[in-house]
């Protein structure tokens, strides 16, 4: 069976890529070879990694009713709102690198995208360490914004960022582009800006704890008023507030060097959608991930 072959630090990354692509095999495990993770594909893909030939051991079937239905943030499942909880609940506590299970008791609201999340099993508590892409992350689900489902998304994002660049995330949250980033690429500077006086306490926190003091600057405080009075001009800025970005698009256009690039997050059903009021020049539009049905977040890549 073919296989597709990655280094352990890119490794949960490429699974969400394969898993949105529709080609990993859920019906087998995958292998840790040293260093390395091998997937079982249900077909070969180019650009990720390593095809080679493995045996896989067949695993558990999910059940069909949890299939889907949670994220897993450090050691916490997520999971949505669904009339037979407890079960899910029960069965996900099986699995060893689970210690909480919590559900979704509403919708993303207010200005800092906060849900209420209300506990099911497990420990009693909603914060926990996320890793991904080399990075460690501390955060509070019940506090903070914060979606596993983009790690595949910032590692590309990080991977554009060249040498010597200065970028800016202007909703910086608690740090999830900004320190992706700084681990995987050598910009001079990044300047993280964030409004939740909590999100920042733990952007502040996840910046020491990847030891990247002198690299990312974070500061407290509304893009609106924070990123105009900046010094000089940025090669990548980054836009990850789907719901408004397109309100601060002149503040970060204003901003950004020549030849530079906006990565702007929004919602829409469509690409042409997204970019009906959008009048600079667009370099390339994605879909990133669903947002609701029929929505979805794409990312758009903005220059002069």
Do not use: W
């Amino acid at each position: 069976m073919i296989g597709l072959k990655v280094h352990k630090s890119e490794a949960e990354a490429v699974r969400r890529k394969l898993l949105s692509m529709r080609a990993l095999s859920r019906r087998f495990k995958s292998l840790r070879v040293g260093d390395y993770v091998v997937f079982p594909l249900e077909r070969e893909v180019k650009g990720l990694g390593e095809i080679i030939h493995a045996s896989f051991q067949e695993r558990k079937r999910t059940p069909p009713e949890i299939e889907g239905k949670f994220d897993i943030i450090g050691d916490i499942a997520l999971i949505s709102r669904a009339e037979n909880e407890q079960e899910i609940a029960k069965e996900l506590m099986k699995r060893k690198n689970i210690r909480v299970v919590a559900i979704r008791a509403g919708h993303r609201e207010g200005e800092f995208r906060k849900m209420k999340i209300r506990l099911l099993a497990g420990e009693n508590r909603l914060e926990t360490i996320h890793r991904e892409n080399k990075c460690v992350f501390k955060v509070n689900i019940g506090e903070c914004f914060f979606d596993p489902r983009l790690s595949y998304e910032r590692r590309e994002v990080a991977k554009e960022v060249k040498e010597n660049e200065r970028v800016l995330d202007m909703f910086a949250g608690v740090g999830p582009f900004s320190i992706v980033i700084g681990k995987l690429s050598s910009p001079r500077e990044i300047i993280s800006v964030e409004k939740n006086q909590v999100a920042f306490s733990y952007l502040k926190h996840n910046i020491k704890l990847n030891k990247l003091d002198e690299k990312i600057t974070p500061i407290l405080g509304d893009s609106r008023d924070v990123v105009p009075v900046l010094p000089g001009k940025f090669h990548r800025i980054i836009m990850n507030l789907p719901e408004r970005s397109k309100e601060f698009l002149p503040i970060a256009e204003e901003k950004l060097a020549d030849g530079g690039v906006i990565y702007l997050y929004s919602i829409g059903e469509s690409p042409e959608d997204v970019l009906n009021d959008i009048h600079m020049r667009v370099l390339g539009v994605r879909r990133v991930k669903s947002y609701s049905p029929k929505r979805y977040i794409f990312r758009v890549k903005l220059t002069r």
